[in-house]
């Protein structure tokens, strides 16, 4: 089975400071792992993904995330935040790739990002 | 790429009354899936679509859920016999997919639904 935890519920930065975004996963094979991105009343939007040997994926609007198999860990980051930023964020689990990966997605519970000014 | 379609955006209704939502994928993509978002939570599989046919149901699809695809193009999700817990915002996505592979998804705006 597969699972996805993000370790802080609401994360509270100011405006042009790092943004880290914590995540874990479980996955018994090879996962595809994604960052989307909801603003109120709107539907998710893509940040990032990592289907490949690539462990440091960039996406866009300068977010990054890092694969550490070693650590079941995909942790989204940002040198710089924005406060057009602040948005609920999902880690996201896909799987297998490959002939059967039906695409389904299972989400982590999010992490609300705030952006002081 | 005028991304995916969903109709109502917001659909305010009586327990027990019946409720049909629509989404219009975009139109290369044959994979069409069905979310439920509830509040403070993370989005929940419910079924997906390849082309016309219905691969995969989740549990929380309940008998008085239904899905189709007829055309493999537009699909609807109709709630018959709506509960107050059936109150949560519908997602639908698309993407397209090949043996070996699929590509992300791309998601509508969703509907919101509210039980009275």
């Known amino acids: 089975a597969q699972s996805v935890t993000q370790l802080d519920s609401h994360v509270s930065v100011s405006e042009g400071t790092p943004v880290l975004l914590r995540c874990n996963y479980s996955?018994?094979?090879?996962?595809?792992l994604f960052w989307y991105v909801q603003h109120p009343n709107k539907g998710l939007q893509l940040l990032l993904k990592?289907?490949?040997?690539?462990?440091l994926v960039k996406g866009i609007n300068g977010f990054e995330a890092e694969f550490k198999k070693s650590e079941t860990s995909f942790h989204l980051t940002k040198p710089s935040a924005h406060m057009s930023d602040a948005a609920e964020y999902f880690c996201v689990v896909s799987g297998p790739r490959g002939s059967g990966n039906t695409g389904k997605l299972i989400f982590g519970q999010g992490t609300t990002l705030q952006v002081k000014p | 790429d005028t991304g995916v379609s969903q109709n109502p955006r917001h659909k305010i209704t009586k327990r027990g009354q019946n409720v049909t939502f629509r989404c219009d994928p975009i139109?290369?993509?044959?994979?069409l899936y069905w979310y439920r978002q509830t509040l403070g939570q993370g989005p929940e599989f419910l079924t997906y679509f390849q082309n016309e046919a219905q691969l995969e149901k989740s549990r929380l699809l309940s008998d008085r859920f239904s899905a189709e695809r007829p055309k493999g193009s537009f699909s609807t999700l109709e709630i018959q016999r709506t509960e107050q817990g059936d109150s949560a915002m519908y997602l639908c996505a698309s993407s397209l997919a090949w043996p070996g592979g699929v590509q992300p998804q791309h998601f509508g705006d969703g509907t919101r639904l509210s039980i009275l």
């Open positions: 996955s018994s094979y090879s996962p595809s």
């Open positions: 139109s290369e993509h044959n994979r």
């Open positions: 990592y289907t490949s040997a690539a462990t």
